[in-house]
């Protein structure tokens, strides 16, 4: 069977604006109009990053289209809102068919963050946002905190997460953590400089558990995004989105087995 991805559909700046207003964002519009923080001001950002519309609009619709229905975000932030309305979306459109589903956290968010602060923004902007739509579902969106630290992968220099819930998503969306809030060295190093880069390994420690079908989608980061690709051991497919800076995996392994061939069918069909 063949695993495929449908990609989102291309729509002009004004369209996008627009898209993201009817779904009750035009703060998100207005504040994405601000003018971007330098290069040089990289670890001194004591607020949140400003949000970048088309980014945002891709990964709406990575999920919708893709009918993906558990997700792993390492951070959190603008992204946090655009999955909730996700996988609000898929519930009320899907939920009857899955009943029967295998597979236990359905329509679930799952947040990793490193920054009890941004947590707590991302709770109540996610609070905010559910008033104002007044969703008939509401999903379940597990809000995870744990500390990042240095460590070494297949001998390379990377980071990981101490802590990481249990669940097997079936999209993963790597966005954090900031290279800037790392705890501990190893061989002396740590990434709290602005010629490094961020470098998460945690993706590729969980490999083995993902089902085929899986998409990884990797905000900017593309030294990170060559770190993983590198370091994969099944057969992946892989996308560079270069006009929206983002990188695109999807696992493409052969089926496991009935299980798994359903899941591929609802997401194909």
Wanted: with cysteine.
């Amino acid at each position: 069977m063949n695993i495929k991805i449908n990609f989102p559909p291309k729509k002009n700046k004004a369209y996008i604006e627009n898209f993201f207003k009817k779904m009750g964002l035009s703060e998100m519009v207005g504040l994405s109009k601000k003018k971007l923080p330098s290069v040089k001001s990289l670890g001194k950002i004591k607020s949140p990053y400003l949000p970048d519309l088309r980014e945002l609009y891709n990964l709406y619709h990575y999920v919708v289209l893709n009918k993906r229905i558990t997700i792993m975000e390492f951070g959190s932030g603008w992204s946090s809102l655009i999955f909730n309305l996700a996988l609000l979306k898929l519930k009320k459109n899907y939920s009857k068919d899955l009943v029967n589903f295998r597979k236990r956290n359905q329509f679930e968010l799952f947040i990793i963050e490193n920054e009890k602060k941004y947590l707590k923004i991302t709770k109540e902007k996610i609070r905010k946002l559910n008033k104002l739509i007044k969703p008939d579902k509401k999903i379940k969106i597990n809000f995870n905190y744990s500390d990042v630290e240095m460590t070494v992968f297949n001998n390379q220099i990377s980071t990981q997460y101490k802590k990481l819930p249990i669940c097997n998503p079936d999209f993963i969306y790597l966005d954090g953590p900031d290279q800037f809030k790392i705890k501990k060295n190893v061989y002396g190093i740590n990434l709290n400089h602005q010629d490094m880069m961020p470098m998460a390994c945690d993706i590729l420690k969980f490999e083995y558990f993902y089902i085929p079908g899986t998409i990884i989608v990797i905000d900017g980061r593309a030294a990170n995004a060559k770190f993983l690709k590198d370091n994969f051991k099944r057969k992946w497919r892989y996308i560079n989105d270069k006009k929206a800076d983002q990188h695109l995996f999807v696992l493409i392994d052969p089926i496991l087995g009935e299980i798994n061939k359903k899941q591929l069918d609802f997401y194909n069909n």
